[in-house]
């Protein structure tokens, strides 16, 4: 069994000073989640939410932003 990494991304709309998250959307397919995590801190822990969860997320964090 292989174990696949998540490839890190943020959004190309992440000029903001740093406080971005990064996500790793290539573990959908494979394991069904999407990994989070704070883009300071690489290193550091990590969320792992269901795709449910993550479209949670966003719909929160857009109704937030207006």
Do not use: Q
């Not at 998250?21 to 990994?35: D, F, M, Q, R, Y």
């Not at 795709?51 to 109704?63: C, P, S």
């Amino acid at each position: 069994m292989t174990t696949e990494s998540p490839r890190w991304f943020k959004s190309s709309y992440s000029d903001n000073g740093g406080a971005c998250i990064e996500v790793a959307t290539n573990l959908i397919t494979s394991h069904g989640v999407i990994p989070v995590r704070d883009s300071k801190n690489p290193d550091g822990p990590h969320l792992t939410l269901s795709t449910d969860a993550w479209a949670g997320l966003v719909e929160f964090a857009r109704r937030s932003a207006v």
